[in-house]
């Protein structure tokens, strides 16, 4: 039993930000009434407030300060609550009702731990007190865990699915894809991006590879070139590589100078104003970079959350994350696991592509053939299991100095969600600027 002066679990800024939103924008009532009941609130008044504006929304009236004022004081609640001045502290307690649904889960799910609470608190009640049948007791206690309705969302009738699936197949038909497009976010690396169909929203995609293969340089390019070419709004964690680090790098690719000349100041004259273009296309770039050296996952959930939507997340990588940094060598493959885990959880929760990077342990390196495999995945836990996708990087002139092909990156998909064969694309190796290019292929005409 919890010590009596332990207060049950709740969150008062949940409920005041949930009902803000509400009076904020008044689509959030239709988005989250099935998500969280007037009961669910803990502090009663709050459980008030949310009951008058259901009621104002079911009869299809606008609900703000005024309509919501009037409906509590036709209750007699408009003191008991503070008056109007409580409406006006919960509309200016968020600026914006973007993350309505997320408070609205953390309401939902503290209240699901006081009635885990209370039914623990009854059944206890029944085991001290043996002058009762202990079957019939058992049942009673059965009955009440029973009664504790989990919540489960997303869930829909086969009909409207099948609907939206054949009216993107019918906007194809009559929108056929042009040479060189694909159905995802395109990343302007033709081959990689025919090779996957452009990254998709709400998967896990894992990026593997050695030190020094240009997993980091290759994420952290399509990022760029996402928000550059379709507008998307990227989040990048960086927890290995600064956020200026990464800028330079940048400089230094759409420049073609390297990046120590960069720092070092050498830009020859007549190139400024190509240094002025390259900065004037980062700046504009609706990308968001974290560079926490060992954030939790709750850090970067809670990133997400305050600076979204996203519709990409990148994260630098798995094997520095705290909960694997924390981990002792026992514990390691499942702290993995609950990240890769989570990861993927976000990228449903949150409609994103989750991409997320990987070492590999050195076993790849005793092979004469040294293409990287799953089983090369360091401590992979849950890794490939959790991934939609898995890809994996590899340049043969990292191992061969006298390699036939010089500068070719392979990206190898060992795990496809689609089922596709497993054939890598090749990309064009800068070790200069440290950036991928496509490679132009002659072609010859019959």
Known sequence: MPPIDRLPPFSEEA????????????????????????????????????????SVHERQQRCDAVTLRVEMESRRQLDEIGGPAYLTELMIAVPTAIHAEYYADIVRRKALRRKMLRAASD????????????????????????????????????????????????????????????TGMATGLTEFDLMTGGLEKRLLEIFAARPGMGKTSLLIQIAIELARREGRRVFIGSLEMSKEELIYRQLSRLMDIPAKDLKAGKVPDDRWPEFLQAQSILDALPIYIYDVPSPSVAHIESAILKHGPFDVVILDHLGLMYEVQSADDRSKVN????????????????????????????????????????????DSGHIDQDADDVFMLYRDDYYNDNSETPNICEIIPRKRRSNDPFQACELYWQGRTTSFRNIVRPSIAL
């Not at 005041?16 to 689509?27: E, H, K, W």
């Not at 009941?37 to 008058?52: H, L, M, Q, T």
């Not at 049942?139 to 993107?168: F, M, Y």
């Not at 050195?362 to 004469?368: I, L, V």
Request: glycine share 4%; with cysteine.
């Open 123 to 182: 059944i206890a009640q029944l085991a001290y007190d043996e002058t009762g049948d202990e079957t019939d007791q058992l049942s009673i206690a059965r009955g009440k865990i029973a009664t504790l309705e989990v919540p489960i969302d997303n869930v829909e009738l086969i009909g409207p699915i099948v609907a939206r699936v054949a009216a993107q197949v019918e906007d194809r038909y009559d929108n056929p894809l042009k040479p060189g497009q694909v």
């Open 335 to 378: 702290a993995i696991g609950r990240v890769t885990r989570a990861c993927k959880v976000m990228a449903k929760t949150h409609d994103v592509c989750f991409c997320l990077i990987s070492q590999l342990s050195r076993a790849c390196e005793s092979r004469d053939d040294k293409r990287p495999l799953l089983v090369d995945l360091r």
């Open 15 to 54: 409920e005041q930000a949930l009902l803000g939103s509400a009076l904020v924008d008044t689509d959030v009532v239709q988005r989250v009434r099935p998500i969280v009941k007037p009961d669910d609130f803990y502090i009663v008044k709050n459980g008030w407030v949310w009951d008058a504006i259901l």
